[in-house]
């Protein structure tokens, strides 16, 4: 078959006259315009009104400690699944933890846990996860009051919101909701069911991490309402020997699993959430500390962490207080509910996206026979039914963000740039729209 030939730059195409998809989804508009300030202040307040939701704080009460809180948060999943036409199933994920540095006894860890199911590709799935604990000063202080307003009853919230807005409506993959437990103590809700997927075969194909994201004044006083930060890693521990040598030769230490996802991510909230920025931080996390989405990229399945523009340490982690004229503790005063929406709305966009999307291209390949002036593209055709074709995506080996695109319905493309000097990935767009994740090409012959 004859390669058609692309001229990028002055936006030339020649052999490809088809017309493109649009560039917005209307389903996925739809799902992020539904996202509500008010009803995420509703779930943070009833979150924080637990008094305390530690990890082992009481189990029996029906009105405080975290046994109260995840009967709570699993009754507001069920009455999301009650739109769903029984797609969308409800349960708790329970895990007897060993002793650890802040465990003292083995203790139950219970993630509660919504499964939205797909459609046309179920064995995908999409994981959107936020955690349920909270705590005060002492790690190990189950009974002193915790709100926990903003770490993590917005990342819980946000869960919430989605499975909500999100619930009536069919996807091709499954989404799951998850408020983790044991967050505090150790990542253990999280290890608890990565596990699990794994041990069953699951495939995960992004974790999407929400972690103290609904405040916008630092501890400086300085308001930022405008962005948020999006951390994600390069490698993963599973990147090793001939993986990792293939990525360093190549250039392709920003293009790990995660680290894509993350430009993925950036690159759709600006086509659906306009004047809010994601800020890409290329770390896995904040300066030596962690989340619910290591356990997740430690394992090699892409995921990232949504984090505030700017934190306050007096408002996380603190025994709620009045010190020295200052208050402490993490209350829902000092939250920015239409802030925390619009953390919401990129992921709604993120998540609505890929579950409509095709799968990414398979076995995208930078095709290696002589040295030229061109760059030649193969990858093997996509099968679902309303793939509308695919984008090529190019950048700058510098840039870290993909500055130009070509469509085509080939799944062999030359393009008139030198493979030295640019990095290029491939993703499939259905006839809505919908962008799957972008494959990174490697050399084939």
Known sequence: MKIPTVVVGSLLLVGILNAQPPKRNPIVETLVSRVSPSQLRQYVERLAGFGTRHTLSDTASATRGI???????????????????????????????????????????????????????????????????????????????????????????????????????????????????????????????????????????????????????????????????????????????????????????????????????DDRAGVYVSGFDVRLIHRRDRFLRGGDHSPFHGRGIPAVRFSVARENYDWQHQNVRVEGGKEYGDLVKFMDFEYLANVARVNAAALATLALAPAAPRNAGVVVSRLEYETTLRWNANTEPDLAGYYVRIRETTSPVWQEEVFTRDTVLTIPKLKDDYLFGVQAVDQGGARSLIAIPVPVR
Not at 103 to 121: D, E, F, K, S
Not at 173 to 189: D, R, S, W
Not at 234 to 260: H, I, K, Q, W
């Open 67 to 265: 046994g109260a809180a995840r009967r709570w948060i699993k009754s507001e999943f069920e009455r999301s699944a009650q739109k769903s036409g029984g797609r969308m199933s409800v349960a708790f994920h329970e895990t007897v933890v060993p002793p650890s540095g802040r465990v003292p006894a083995p203790a139950n860890v219970v993630n509660v846990v919504a499964t939205l199911q797909g459609i046309r590709a179920p064995e995908r799935i999409l994981v959107v996860g936020g955690h349920y604990d909270s705590r005060a000063s002492d790690p190990m202080d189950a009974v002193s009051d915790a709100p926990g307003a903003n770490d993590d009853g917005s990342g819980t919230a946000l869960v919430l919101e989605l499975a909500r807005v999100m619930a009536d409506q069919r996807f091709d993959a499954t989404i799951v909701f998850i408020a983790f437990a044991g967050e505090e103590q150790g990542l253990l809700g999280a290890t608890a069911w990565v596990d699990h997927a794994r041990e069953r075969g699951w495939n995960v194909e992004a974790m999407l991490n929400n972690d103290i994201v609904g405040s916008s004044v630092g501890g400086d006083g300085v308001k930022d309402d405008g962005s948020v930060r999006l951390f994600s890693e390069a490698f993963s521990p599973l990147d090793t020997g001939s993986v990792f040598r293939m990525r360093n030769s190549l250039g392709l230490e920003s293009d790990g699993p995660s680290r894509s996802l993350a430009r993925w991510i």
